[in-house]
């Protein structure tokens, strides 16, 4: 197995069997730096003065993850976890988006988006221009 940056994007990477001797990619696809990540992250945060639908979508979400790497602990106090960087980028968006508190170690090199901020702004926008609209920012993260 081999993987190389792509060169006009360093987010993404060629992966897979590399003939050195014909120097060709014999076969290989394109994917993004954090899906061949293997580092294994520790990430902790709080669930205490957390909102009660937000701490229950978090339990949810924390419930059904699942990495080969991984080690969990979560209460209703709290968590800590560890996994693979695709793995846990679902709760580090969670977490981010909603202003919740965490640490992480070793610190996580990749763009986490923050989706509820970005949909309030843009659903105000589209209400105040459509006024029969009638949509929330969490409907439309619910479909992420």
Known sequence: MKTEVLEDDPSEVETGIFCEKCN????????????VDDTVYLLKASLQGIERNVKKKLLEELEAYKDWKMKKEVTEEGFALDGRAKNISGILITLKSNDISYEIEPPYPYEIPVYKKLWTE???RL?????????TAEELNALK
Do not use: I, R
């Not at 060709?24 to 899906?35: A, I, L, R």
């Open 24 to 35: 060709k990619w014999v076969n290989s696809f394109y994917t993004t730096q954090k899906d």
């Open 122 to 124: 843009e659903v105000e």
């Open 127 to 135: 209400k105040a221009m459509n006024p029969g609209l009638n949509v």
